[in-house]
């Protein structure tokens, strides 16, 4: 006998679900009909799909035109894909029946694995390669990332415009990166200070970071990537939180070069220039707080 809907199907409300896996205690997580039905239809498309409207409908116990409404919230939203159903017989009149499964992003809703993975991954690396492996796995990895953008950064004039373009790169690589000047000083300024002067620069923030279970880990891939900033915007620079240590942001200070130019450093150094101003752990938390505590 066919379910013919669940009660909170039928009334169109609401039920609490508990998040699997959640601590004793935590809130749960507050799932419409709506939403619990579409989840539903998702599931049987990745467990049984290619499905029809029909068979999905069988199998939940709700009608075909429902059915059909979630299944166009899937298509619109990129989660599913219809194709032409195996033909059975002569074609009848009418158009072809369409069946559907799920696309990547569609998979996705259900969870990877591929943090654990790579984990595993670098855990082994580490265990047969040594420290040296990680390291040069590190490094590898950071260089396809802003290698492709070199050119665009490397133009700008100074540090803070190439830490601009830099934000720019890591945005459209999936970092969610920004920019922006702090503690710029008029040194024609009776108020301004020798200390003051030493944070003029930029702060550039990653707001999302795709490795941060990862790096949790393995700093090195954090290591690796703040060598390759510095490298790239021509000047040492500061790593002052990340979000692999629990940070709101992935925050790196960029140092104003003396008189507007880039302080010179070798390929791969975050060494400064004997002229350029290195930023202290107190001046690091100071920057972090200029903007009330908030990231770029």
Do not use: W
């Not at 539903?40 to 069988?58: F, I, K, M, N, Q």
């Not at 158009?95 to 670098?122: C, K, M, N």
């Not at 400064?272 to 200029?290: I, L, Q």
């Amino acid at each position: 006998m066919k379910n013919i809907g669940t009660s909170e199907q039928r009334e169109g409300g609401a039920r609490h679900v508990p998040v699997p896996g959640a601590a004793a205690g935590a809130v749960p997580v507050q799932i419409t009909a709506e939403g619990r039905t579409r989840h539903e239809v998702a599931r049987l498309l990745l467990e049984r799909g290619p499905l029809s409207a029909v068979a999905v409908a069988d199998e939940l116990g709700i009608s075909p035109t429902a059915v059909r409404r979630h299944l166009d919230a899937l298509l619109a939203d990129g989660e599913a894909e219809p194709r032409s159903a195996p033909r059975r017989g002569p074609r009848g009149r009418g158009r072809p029946a369409r069946q559907f499964l799920l696309t990547e992003s569609g998979r996705a809703r259900f969870g990877h694995a591929y943090d654990d993975l790579a984990v595993a991954a670098i855990r082994f690396l580490a265990e047969h390669g040594g420290e040296d492996a990680v390291r040069a796995f590190a490094e590898r990895r950071v260089a396809a990332l802003v290698e492709p953008h070199r050119e665009e950064i490397t133009r700008a004039s100074d540090p803070a415009a190439r830490a601009e373009a830099l934000a720019a790169a890591l945005t459209r690589e999936g970092y969610a990166a920004s920019a922006r000047q702090i503690g710029v000083v008029d040194k024609n300024s009776p108020t301004s200070s020798a200390s003051g002067a030493g944070l003029a620069g930029a702060q550039l923030c990653q707001h999302h970071c795709p490795v941060a279970h990862v790096a949790a880990e393995f700093p090195q891939l954090c290591e690796a990537e703040t060598e390759a900033f510095a490298e790239l915007l021509g000047t040492h620079v500061q790593r002052l939180a990340t979000i692999a240590r629990g940070d709101a942001a992935c925050t790196t200070h960029v140092p104003a070069s003396s008189a507007g130019h880039p302080a010179a450093t070798e390929p791969g150094s975050t060494q400064p220039s004997p002229d350029a101003h290195t930023v202290r752990p107190d001046e690091g938390r100071d920057a972090v707080s200029a903007n009330g505590g908030q990231p770029a």
